[in-house]
């Protein structure tokens, strides 16, 4: 059993950085792939990014890349989403998963484990 919790969120001003943060819970978390994504209001949950158990492979969304990197730190059992250049179309809840998959993916439905989303909001 795992459980996720996020931090970070906030409000910030467009072009502003925040880093969002997904702690977990459980002994084997250093074993499974992690996304995060995110949902804005009246619309449905998209993927965002997500990184393989180990650390080395990432993967992001078109509409993030160049601007978001994910990054985890296992010890730590810690997972972070560093968003760069931030616009008003990033405001949504965001939220992290694990899967207990052996890669990560871009399906929602992949994902075993959830947290309860942490509020993105970029002002123009």
């Known amino acids: 059993q795992v459980q996720l919790a ?3 969120g ?3 001003q467009a072009g502003g950085s925040l880093r969002l943060s997904c702690a977990a819970s459980g002994r084997t978390f250093s074993s499974y792939p992690v996304g995060w994504f995110r949902q804005a209001s009246g619309k ?5 990014a997500s990184i393989s158990s180990s650390g080395i492979f990432t993967y ?3 509409f993030v890349k160049g601007r978001f990197i994910i990054s985890r730190d ?3 059992k810690m997972v ?3 968003m760069n ?3 008003p179309e990033d405001t949504a809840v965001y939220y992290c998963a694990a899967s207990v998959r052996n890669s990560p993916s871009r399906l ?3 994902y075993d484990y959830w947290g309860q989303g942490t509020q993105v909001t970029v002002s123009s």
């Open 108 to 110: 929602m439905g992949e």
């Open 85 to 87: 250049s931030l616009k």
């Open 60 to 62: 992001y969304a078109d």
């Open 6 to 8: 996020e931090s970070g």
């Open 44 to 48: 449905e949950r998209d993927f965002v």
């Open 74 to 76: 296992n010890a730590k």
């Open 10 to 12: 906030g409000l910030v």
């Open 80 to 82: 972070y989403l560093q």
